[in-house]
């Protein structure tokens, strides 16, 4: 996605945005590496592949960059309200405070998300905004409503183990996207976060 974002046309993505978009991905690697690793030292496997990979791979590839991004954006909502699920719920102290650095990062790029999208409705042509808004909003919350089911199914024994059931778990989603769409945006007009 990276690639795609240096080399888009996008009028939404100015240059120091394209390099957050880079550092963003690269963040997300690091995330990665470091479930990994949590993982591996409670002598759990690391699941490379899940059922659902595919159709939100094809989610993200099938369409353009804005749907893309929306795709992700729908994903770090519940990727946030998980890691905030394991941070106040799982009783290791190294979990939950690996499960938060990696909850605030997701918070930190659902702002940038917000701020990007903000954006691309602003440089629309005021007649197309409200149906841009329309369609990019239908199709997050689709994709929102995929990944819910997707985390619920995938990990219904941890969710059972911390006493949180699926449509518990899908309220938590909804009240942290509210949440975190209020908030007070620390980016700046270039797309870069600002230092507080």
């Given at each position: 996605m990276a690639k795609e974002a240096a080399c888009s046309l996008d009028p939404a993505l100015n240059h120091s945005?394209?390099?957050?978009?880079?550092?963003?991905?690269?963040?997300e690697g690091r995330h990665a590496r470091e479930l990994s690793k949590l993982l591996s030292a409670m002598g759990e496997p690391?699941?490379?592949?899940?059922r659902f990979d595919r159709w939100f791979r094809w989610s993200r590839r099938f369409f353009g960059l804005r749907p893309k991004m929306a795709v992700i954006a729908a994903a770090e909502v519940v990727g946030s309200t998980?890691?905030?699920?394991?941070?106040t719920r799982v009783p290791c102290s190294h979990v939950a405070e690996v499960a938060r650095a990696i909850g605030g990062d997701e918070d930190r790029h659902?702002?940038?998300?917000?701020?990007?999208?903000?954006r691309v409705l602003l440089m629309a042509a005021p007649i197309v905004r409200p149906m841009l808004a329309l369609v990019l909003g239908t199709w997050f919350l689709v994709v929102l409503?995929?990944?819910i089911a997707s985390v619920s199914i995938g990990h219904r024994k941890l969710f059972l183990a911390?006493?949180?059931?699926p449509?518990?778990?899908?309220?938590?989603?909804?009240?942290?996207l509210r949440r975190l769409s209020t908030r007070p945006a620390s980016i700046d007009s270039t797309g870069a976060e600002l230092v507080t």
């Open positions: 945005m394209k390099e957050s978009v880079r550092l963003y991905v690269r963040e690391v699941i490379r592949k899940h998980f890691y905030w699920v394991v941070a659902l702002e940038f998300q917000r701020y990007y999208f903000k409503l995929g990944a911390l006493d949180v059931r449509l518990q778990f899908a309220f938590l989603c909804v009240q942290r």
